[in-house]
């Protein structure tokens, strides 16, 4: 796994999921099995294995503005028992993760702004940028999508991060 990917995922995500109560993931590590005692995370795996047999459907993004050279995927069970799975895109000098959870999710930061946005197709979503990754999180029915994005030159703008969730399908 290359070291942008992990260093990625180890930045990707200050959430908080609702279910049974709130509960604050702050991290999902390819490098571990669990985090806190309470994130159990598989190893990585090619992104089709991941997404076998998933209880739920999770789309796949389309529209990456990068060339993919290398792609893994990640299955994580979450402290209220929920099943989160992470496709995570790597090209030259960007990476993309996608994280779906079938429950509700509602990005949390105490450090920097969430901004509410709309998707090119109207859906509500949340934008934040803490000047590393660029993050959007928004929800399709049952699940949860957030996607964190980073590159080197200027960071992803909310429209390029919107033209991305879109393209899930």
């Known amino acids: 796994m290359g070291t942008t990917a992990v260093h990625l995922l180890r930045l990707v995500a200050l959430m908080a999921i609702v279910a049974a109560g709130a509960v604050v993931l702050?991290?999902?590590?390819?490098?571990?099995?669990?985090?806190?005692?309470s994130v159990v995370v598989n190893d990585a795996v090619p992104i089709d294995q991941a997404m076998a047999?998933?209880?739920?459907?999770?789309?796949?993004?389309?529209?990456?503005?990068?060339?993919?050279?290398?792609?893994?995927?990640?299955?994580?069970?979450?402290?209220?028992?929920?099943?989160?799975?992470?496709q995570t895109y790597v090209g030259e000098?960007?990476?993309a993760s996608l994280?779906?959870?079938h429950t509700e999710v509602r990005p949390v930061s105490r450090l920097y702004a969430i901004?509410?946005?709309?998707?090119?197709?109207g859906l509500p979503a949340?934008?934040?940028?803490?000047?590393?990754v660029q993050i959007l999180s928004?929800?399709?029915?049952?699940?949860?999508?957030q996607l964190a994005a980073k590159r080197t030159g200027p960071p992803f703008t909310v429209d390029e991060l919107g033209e991305i969730a879109v393209s899930v399908e």
């Open 126 to 132: 949340y934008f934040m940028d803490n000047g590393i």
């Open 99 to 101: 994280i779906a959870v």
């Open 53 to 86: 047999d998933l209880p739920f459907i999770v789309g796949r993004p389309r529209n990456l503005p990068f060339a993919v050279e290398h792609s893994y995927g990640l299955r994580s069970r979450l402290p209220n028992g929920a099943l989160a799975v992470e």
């Open 93 to 95: 000098g960007s990476s």
């Open 138 to 145: 928004w929800r399709v029915g049952d699940t949860s999508y």
């Open 115 to 121: 901004i509410e946005v709309a998707l090119p197709n």
């Open 26 to 37: 702050t991290a999902i590590q390819s490098d571990s099995r669990s985090l806190n005692n």
